[in-house]
């Protein structure tokens, strides 16, 4: 399992309409993200980028995703400091890969 539901279920009460509208509202912000993140990337906008890990951070955390909130993390404080700049395409990829494989699997719970 990728996602671990129970933060969102506490914080809702198990509220399951409240819990199928994070998983819709989680879907569209990957997809923004999915856009917007190579973009910056290829703009070397990286206070954008960093910017964007930092609300993404947010988002998988939620859905339960310690580690991909872990690197995106990393993925904030290194383009914010413009250091090691070999690694954010890679974590990139890594966080919207996983971020898809997530939304299949909460998709799948419904």
Known sequence: MITDLNYLKTMSG???????????????QIEEYGKLM??????????????????????VAIMGMSEVAEQ??????????????DRYEPLITHFLEQSELAIAELEGSD
């Open 14 to 28: 198990g509220d399951a309409k409240f819990i199928s509208e994070m998983i819709a509202l989680f879907r569209e």
């Open 72 to 85: 995106l993390k990393e993925l904030e404080i290194i383009t914010n400091e413009r250091k090691e700049v």
């Open 38 to 59: 190579p973009e910056l990337l290829e703009k070397k906008d990286y206070d954008g980028l960093s910017k964007m890990a930092h609300k993404a951070k947010s988002s």
